[in-house]
T-cell receptor, first 118, second 115 residues
């Protein structure tokens, strides 16, 4: 069974400041990890994902995340926040097994709402 | 040329009614999903279809019945609507579900309000 915990349901950052969103996962098999963003009244959009290989993953809009197996974490960062980063961010995990009943199954965290202040 | 589209965008209805939500993807993907997002923004998968075959069927009341007439379409029919069904329903698709690292592409959502 897998689960995702996002620390902090709301994060407020100043424009130009570092954005740090925390995600910890639990998985009995090597995980695949994702960050999705949801802008107001829209569907989710992939920011980045970790599958295998390099543990530092770069995504769209200047975001990046680092997979740390020893800490079971996949925190999302952006060096300098823009007003357009205001959105809901979801961390998600799927497992690397190929069991039919887990095909494509994403377990989402509860989400973190980011507010950017001028 | 929207990749994943849903209709309607908003749905307001009375308890006890039956309603359908339609989803279409033009990405050529094999797999489609339905998710429910509650008022606290929590997202939970309901169903997935791979090439018209039901793959994932989470613990969802029998009142919810998905139908996939072809791999580009996945519809959701809800019978006897209840207040607790009020939520945003998202359709998504991925190239395949056989590899769990595939990106899922989401539609804009259908906001269902049951009165």
């Amino acid at each position: 069974a897998q689960s995702v915990t996002q620390l902090g349901s709301h994060v407020s950052v100043s424009e130009g400041a570092l954005v740090l969103l925390r995600c910890n996962y639990s998985s009995s098999v090597p995980p695949y990890l994702f960050w999705y963003v949801q802008y107001p009244n829209q569907g989710l959009q992939l920011l980045l994902k970790y599958t295998t290989g390099a543990t530092l993953v770069k995504g769209i809009n200047g975001f990046e995340a680092e997979f740390k197996k020893s800490e079971t974490s996949f925190h999302l960062t952006k060096p300098s926040a823009h007003m357009s980063d205001a959105a809901e961010y979801f961390c998600a995990v799927s497992d690397s097994k190929r069991a039919t009943d887990s095909w494509g199954k994403l377990q989402f965290g509860a989400g973190t709402q980011v507010v950017v202040t001028p | 040329d929207t990749a994943v589209s849903q209709t309607p965008k908003y749905l307001v209805t009375q308890m006890g009614n039956d309603k359908s939500i339609k989803c279409e993807q033009n990405l050529g993907h094999d797999t489609m999903y339905w998710y429910k997002q509650d008022s606290k923004k929590f997202l939970k998968i309901m169903f997935s279809y791979n090439n018209k075959e039901l793959i994932i069927n989470e613990t969802v009341p029998n009142r919810f019945s998905p139908k996939s007439p072809d791999k580009a379409h996945l519809n959701l029919h809800i019978n006897s609507l209840e207040l607790g069904d009020s939520a945003v329903y998202f359709c998504a698709s991925s190239q395949t579900a056989r590899a769990n690292q595939e990106t899922q592409y989401f539609g804009p959502g259908t906001r269902l309000l049951v009165l």
